[in-house]
C-alpha cells in the first residue's frame, strides 16, 4: 500500500504538480512580459504621432494574440492537444469573420481612414451623398452633424469607398457664382457694379485677384462668371451677402435679370 502510494506520488502527483506550476509561472510570466512589450510599442507609437485611436486598437489586438499564445503555451505545458486547440479557434475565427463581413468591412475603412486621415474631426466633408460636419470618428462608423443640426451615424465602408471632398482641408476658397443680365441692359455697367461689390467687402481676398468674366451668351441672357477668393470660414455668408447685394444693385441700376419666358399664340379658325 506504502509502495503504491509511493510510486502514485512519483509517477502522477510530482509530475502533474510541477507540469500544473510550471503552467502557472508560463502564464503569469508571460502576461507580465506581454504587459511590457505593449508598454513599450504604445511608447514607440506615441512618438511617432500614431493617432491615439489607432495606438489603443494595435495595442489591444496584441494583447488579445500575445495572451493567447501564452495561454496555449501554459496548456502545452499540461499536455493539451494545443494543435486541436488551434485549429478550432482557426474554425472558429473563420466562420465569425463570415458572418461579419459587412462588420469587417467598415471596421478595415476606419482603419485606412484613421491612418491615412483624409478629413479630422471638426472638418466639412461631403462623403456617402451626406454634406456635413465630423464629430467622431471611430473604427466602425463616422459621426456628422448636418447643417439642420442632424446627427447622422454613417458606415465607414460607405464614407470609404465612395469620393470624399473635404470642404476644411484648405485655408481658403473661391466661391463660384453665375449671374446672368438681360442683353438689353449695360453689359459694362453690369461688370463695374460686381467689381465694386467684390471691391467692397472686406472678406474677399485680393490675392489671387477675384475674377469677374462674361461666360455665355446664352439663350436668354449674359452671363458672369464671379469667382472671388475667401477664408473657408467666410464662404457661406460671402456667397449669402454676394447674391443679395447683386440683386440690390441691378435693381437700383435697371440691370435686368432675365427669366425663362414662352410666348404663346393662338390661331383663330373659322368654322
Known sequence: MDYDLQAMTNDY???WGINIATAIAIFFVGKFVVGMLIKVIRGVLAKTG??????DFIASILNAVLILFVIIAALDRLGVNTTSFIAVIGAAGLAIG???QSSLQNFASGLMLIVFRPFNVGDTIDAGGLLGQVE???LFSTIMTTGDNREVIMPNGQIYSGTITNNSARDTRRVDMVFGISYDSDLLK???????ILAADERILDVPEPLVA???LA???????????????DYWAVLYDVNEKVKLSFDANDIVIPFPQMDIHFNKTEL
Not at 453690369?190 to 465694386?196: E, R, S, T, V, Y
Request: avoid cysteine; hydrophobic fraction near 50%.
Open 13 to 15: 502527483l510530482i509530475p
Open 98 to 100: 463570415l458572418s461579419l
Open 50 to 55: 500614431t493617432d491615439v485611436m489607432l495606438i
Open 136 to 138: 467622431k470618428i471611430s
Open 219 to 233: 439663350d436668354s441672357s449674359v452671363n458672369f462668371n464671379v469667382r472671388p477668393w475667401v477664408k473657408t470660414s
Open 214 to 216: 462674361v461666360s455665355a
Open 190 to 196: 453690369a461688370k463695374q457694379i460686381l467689381q465694386d
